[in-house]
């Protein structure tokens, strides 16, 4: 297996712009993760699938954020508007189970000028 | 609000040395313990795992966990250069893992 990917590695994207990051978690892992890494905050969780359901997304900032899970082998983050404080490391995981091993994307690297 | 706590560093250690990491969480509920080597620029990535109080050792690491203090620790004998980056201590929360701020580590020739 590839391991998770994620797409795009790098976004520059203007203020006001709409911005939907992807993920493709490793085939028979049940558990789909974002998470967002700042200097100030660390690595932060935003929402988490089981299955393809959303279970926790006490995480997402605010309304702005919104993320789907349509199939096993497919999510994105979508972020509408964007805005200068949600630049970040966005990082994509899946897991077998919810406290087993998370593996990690490479990450997409999101600056919003 | 669970809370996974570490010392952001730098760490800085000779090489040849123990590099001992450290980190606290607030659930006493907590079952799973994980720690991730993060390099600069890269993704986070496992390096090992602890369920049971004690010791647990995997080469030049040994993770430490002390559930009655709430305490999780790593340890590297013989640090090399290779091993300065971030380490991250993780903590299982109900099928999801809360992750401290890390350590930076820093092994100097």
């Known amino acids: 297996d590839a391991g998770v990917i994620q797409s795009p590695r790098h976004e520059v994207t203007e203020m006001g712009q709409e911005v939907t990051l992807r993920c493709k978690p490793i085939?028979?892992?049940?558990?789909l993760f974002w998470y967002r890494q700042t200097m100030m905050r660390g690595l932060e969780l935003l929402i988490y699938?089981?299955?393809?359901?959303?279970?926790?997304d006490s995480g997402m900032p605010e309304d702005r954020f919104s993320a789907k899970m349509p199939n096993a082998s497919f999510s994105t983050l979508k972020i509408q508007p964007s805005e200068p404080r949600d630049s970040a490391v966005y990082f994509c995981?899946?897991?077998?189970?919810?406290?087993?091993?998370?593996?990690f994307g490479q990450g997409t690297r999101l600056t919003v000028v | 609000q669970k809370e996974v706590e570490q010392n952001s560093g730098p760490l800085s250690v000779p090489e040849g040395a123990i590099a001992s990491l450290n980190c606290t969480y607030s659930?006493?509920?907590?079952?799973?313990f994980f720690w991730y080597r993060q390099y600069s620029g890269k993704s986070p990535e496992l390096i090992m795992f602890?369920?049971?109080?004690g010791d647990k050792e995997d080469g030049r690491f040994t993770a430490q966990l002390n559930k009655a203090s709430q305490y999780v620790s790593l340890l590297i004998r013989d640090s090399q250069p290779s091993d300065s980056a971030t380490y991250l201590c993780?903590?299982?929360?109900?099928?999801?893992?809360?992750f401290g701020t890390g350590t930076r580590l820093q092994v100097f020739p």
């Open positions: 602890i369920y049971s109080n």
């Open positions: 085939s028979g892992h049940d558990y």
């Open positions: 995981a899946s897991s077998l189970g919810g406290n087993t091993e998370a593996f």
């Open positions: 699938f089981n299955n393809n359901v959303p279970i926790d």
């Open positions: 659930d006493r509920g907590s079952q799973s």
């Open positions: 993780a903590v299982e929360d109900t099928d999801k893992l809360i």
